[in-house]
């Protein structure tokens, strides 16, 4: 990752340590995990990237053992044991690749994995197996070049998705020279930017990173994701305020996870703290199947009624899609009744987009285990 500039904020939190939290060790000089699991964890950051901000360490309730922040970030024993319904590649990415790089599972739209890096990664990631500074770093220029040729040879091809890895863990300079070749494209419209960086990372959301998303023939949109209310801190905001006076949109996206947000009041004071800061809530994902994450999932049954609670508290403008990318690269589909039906327990029958029906496994109702 390119080193970003701090000139667009001061981070108040955990300035006292000047890089991430990568190893193990770190994790536990930090005080964020203990001693006795060093060896467990170091198999965890062997197998999985790992990193948490200095900034995002600061904002973790010591006093928590079941603090949400440190939850979603700091490896985790358990990422260790198998699950039998993990899946390597949870959403289908592979079946849609015609090229490095590029997703193609929708006529309008592709997705573009620019980089593999992020700033932080989440212990839940659903391409946890391809993230990370050691899968391959930035696009090669060939791999790029490729990529633009075929979304220039497809007219079809509205809207490019950049996502990764981070595209806000690219300097402004390689950012900006992405997203202007891509708009220069005729027929590309909408350049839609999925970060976590104004939430984990808020100091490289700096003015240079802020004209790079924006280039002439397309629009930009950018999609936040945040989990947790506490995430949205005074700085994130000021970030996302930022964004939008420069006349970029921004969109949420949530995952729904077992003890960070699996309540409908932390739902909605989230939902709500987006609308106040001027992010429209777009998705809230159901977990995937990622390898090592079953500690993170919850039962659609048990989604469906902490979603319904939520969506009842909710001014329609705070209310997001609760929505399930169907293994194998179906596509996404919103779990209502029509698209998903239980047949059993852990079983279910769900409906993709073109009206193609499969079958659905997940864990039978699992307690909360923590
Ligand atoms: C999620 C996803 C998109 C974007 O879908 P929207 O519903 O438009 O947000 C596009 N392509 C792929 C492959 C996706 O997984
Ligand atoms: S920021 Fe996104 S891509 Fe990166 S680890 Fe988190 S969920 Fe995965």
Redesign the pocket.
């Known amino acids: 990752m390119d080193a970003g500039g701090d000139e667009g904020g001061r981070v108040s939190a955990g300035r006292s340590r000047p890089g991430p939290l990568t190893r193990a060790t770190d994790f536990i000089a930090a005080g964020l995990a203990v001693p006795e699991d060093a060896d467990a964890l170091g198999r965890v950051t062997g197998r999985y990237s790992a990193a948490m901000t200095g900034y995002l360490a600061g904002l973790v309730d010591r006093a928590d053992p079941a603090d949400p922040i440190a939850r979603q970030f700091v490896p985790d024993a358990r990422e260790l044991r198998p699950d039998p319904l993990d899946l390597a590649d949870p ?1 289908g ?1 592979d079946a ?1 690749s015609p090229c490095e790089g590029l ?4 006529p309008d ?3 573009l994995k620019l980089v593999s890096a992020c700033p932080v990664y989440c212990r839940f990631c659903f391409r946890r197996e391809t993230v990370g500074a050691a899968k391959g770093g930035m696009l090669s220029p060939d791999a790029f070049d490729a990529a633009l040729d075929y979304i220039r040879a497809r007219s079809d091809i509205w809207e490019v ?1 950049l996502t990764g890895g981070d595209p806000l863990a690219l300097s402004p300079r390689r950012l900006q020279a992405a997203i202007a070749a891509i708009a220069a494209i005729d027929h590309v419209k909408i350049v839609r930017v999925h970060t976590r960086v104004p939430v984990a990372a808020p100091e490289l959301v700096t003015p240079e990173m802020i004209g790079a998303l924006k280039a002439d023939g397309a629009t930009t949109w950018v999609a936040i994701h945040a989990n947790h209310p506490r995430e949205l801190t005074v700085l994130a905001r000021e970030k996302c305020r930022l964004l939008i006076d420069a006349g970029v949109p921004l969109v949420s996206q949530t995952v729904l996870l077992r003890g960070v947000n699996d309540d409908p009041e932390t739902l909605a004071a989230l939902m709500r703290a987006f609308v106040e800061a001027r992010i429209k809530p777009y ?1 809230l994902h159901h977990p995937d199947l990622a390898p090592g994450t079953a500690h993170f999932r919850l039962p659609i049954a048990e989604g469906r009624i902490i979603v319904a609670r939520t969506m009842a508290r909710l001014s329609g403008l705070a209310r997001p899609a609760y929505v399930l ?1 169907i293994p194998g690269g179906y596509g ?1 589909i919103a779990l209502n009744a029509q698209a998903a039906t239980q047949e059993g327990a852990g079983d279910w029958r769900l409906t993709d987009p073109a009206g193609r029906s499969h079958a659905y496994r997940e864990a039978a109702g699992k307690p909360h285990s923590g």
């Open positions: 959403i990415d849609h997703v193609h599972r929708y739209r592709v997705l998705i998705y990318d996404k």
